[in-house]
């Protein structure tokens, strides 16, 4: 089983997506890159290079639903003679039934953004959304954990890896122990665990550093050999980086920590001491990041916290 990493550009700060093309029947894409010009041209290259052309992909598979990954699937899809497109059920990213703003603002009020902010965001929110063409509900299937890809010397057998996203989804290859693990294993930066509503009650938060941890000692448990990620190079010694990955974690919760005051802070608050002078998508970030380690700072019994005029006020005990 061939796997071709085709590095295709996009227009966020954290620069080319990684697109993998398994170079094996059924031709299978994973990941797709933005709906961009410059991403389709660099994609079509890519494949060109490997003798193949879009209309030769039967399968599509989205390790996660962020723009940067997903938004090319329609246009692939529909070009290559409706091939079929497949990625977790918790994701919504991708579906025009997808979990609209309404959610995700009641995230941002509870975590103390001020509404001007949470205005911005939103806005933030609508740009970013043009660099992907949502499915409908009959254009994708589900991936499932632990099922298996099939091809036709060999498979890739799904491993659900929460935590950058609820529905993140990585792929095992069990006969050389090499894994795409899409934003979940990442070379140089330590992935962000974003605010999402929780997939089972969008009313409630999803707790995504404690399902992060679970996904990375997940992977470990595997014994990769090699693991390619969603952006840059692929990581060849998974036990250093994951152990750097806990030490990084770590740190970010004691500095967090001591940022609570006796009277007490919201996550805003905390993000705004810890990230200062963020701008753009940062501040939502920024946000995203305090909120995932507040809140296994508070599963860990190390904060207390309380509702106060439907802002989550935390408190060290």
Known sequence: MRIIRIPVPTPFYVGPVNVYLIHEEPLTLIDTGPKTKEAMEALREGLRRERVRVSDVRRIVLTHAHEDHCGLAKQLRDEAKDAEVFVHGWETGHRKGRLEYGENRALLERAGVPPPEVEGMRRMYEGVRRFADALEDHEHSELVDDDELKFEKGALRVVHTPGHTPGSCSFLREADRTVIAGDCVLKRITPNPVLSPDPVDPARRFRSLAEYLVSLARLRSLHPTLVYGGHGDPVEDYEELF????????????DIIRLIPKTGATAWDVAQELFPGTDDVHRFLAVS?????????HTEGKLAVELNQGREVYRRP
């Open 243 to 254: 152990n750097r990955y806990l030490r990084a974690i770590g740190e970010r919760q004691s």
């Open 289 to 297: 990041e305090t909120v995932a380690h507040l809140d296994l700072a």
